[in-house]
């Protein structure tokens, strides 16, 4: 089945440069996406989403960036902070009824001091 | 403000022996799922509840079962735990007819001796 996917297992990045964390899907009906940040023993916290009908979205320090012609989804922390170490997963929905996520394979963020 | 609670956060049980983990959420969103997570994994979801509609995932095992007695509240019962099924269990809620996102609790850890 089609799934979503990261590029890289692990990321290492030095304190205060800005981190790229790249995922790509499959599915073509997907037309939500989110991006969820674990640390260590927690559970998954939302960073931020992003619909299909938009290209880019901003919060504070990250930047979510969709390409629906290649199926590729980026996040980007700006001013990488110590804090920012964990896991990031991708997630996307297809819009079915269940509202159920496909989760990507994760990438580890070490941030360098 | 705690959202979606688990309860307890680290539970140790014997192989074999029934066991109950709880998650509760404070948003009244009417869908809740159950996710089992191993060590550099992505969640797996197991099933969820869409209000008090059951949904299994083809996959989970018949060992794996669930409760929803109100809103509120969500149980997971394994009843005959075996080593593999020591993981990270981390319950979810969202909104249906929002968006699909999900909000996490921390999870619980189970060991199973």
Redesign the interface.
């Known amino acids: 089945g089609e799934s979503v996917g990261l590029h890289l297992p692990t990321l290492s990045v030095q304190e205060g440069d800005n981190s790229i964390i790249n995922c790509a899907y499959s599915n073509s009906a997907s037309d939500?996406f989110?991006w969820?940040k674990q640390e260590s023993?927690?559970?998954?916290?939302?960073i931020i989403?992003i619909?299909s009908n938009m290209d880019k979205r901003q919060g504070q320090r990250v930047t979510v960036l969709l390409n629906k012609t290649v199926k590729h989804l980026s996040l980007q922390i700006a001013a990488t902070q110590p804090g920012d170490s964990a896991v990031y997963?991708c997630a996307e929905?297809d819009g079915g009824?269940?509202?159920?996520?496909s989760?990507?394979?994760?990438t580890t963020v070490t941030v360098r001091a | 403000d705690a959202m979606?609670i688990?309860n307890p956060r680290y539970q140790v049980t014997q192989f074999g022996k029934p066991v109950t983990l709880s998650c509760s959420q404070t948003l009244n969103h009417n869908?809740m799922?159950w996710y089992q997570q191993k060590s550099?994994?992505?969640?797996k979801?197991l099933f969820?509840y869409?209000d008090k509609d059951f949904?299994n995932e083809a996959d989970t095992p018949d060992n794996f079962q669930s409760r929803r007695p109100n809103t509120s509240f969500c149980f997971l019962d394994i009843r005959s735990p075996g080593l593999g099924d020591a993981a990270m269990y981390?319950c979810?809620t969202?909104r249906?007819g929002s968006?699909?996102?999900?909000?996490?609790?921390?999870?619980t850890?189970l060991t199973v001796l």
Do not use: C, E, M
């Not at chain 1, 023993?41 to 939302?46: N, Y």
């Not at chain 2, 968006?99 to 999870?107: L, R």
């Open positions: 939500y989110i969820y023993g927690k559970g998954p916290q939302f989403d619909r997963f929905n009824d269940d509202y159920k996520l989760f990507g394979a994760g | 979606v688990q869908v799922y550099s994994q992505a969640p979801l969820h869409y949904n981390l979810a969202s249906a968006t699909a996102k999900q909000y996490f609790g921390p999870g850890r």
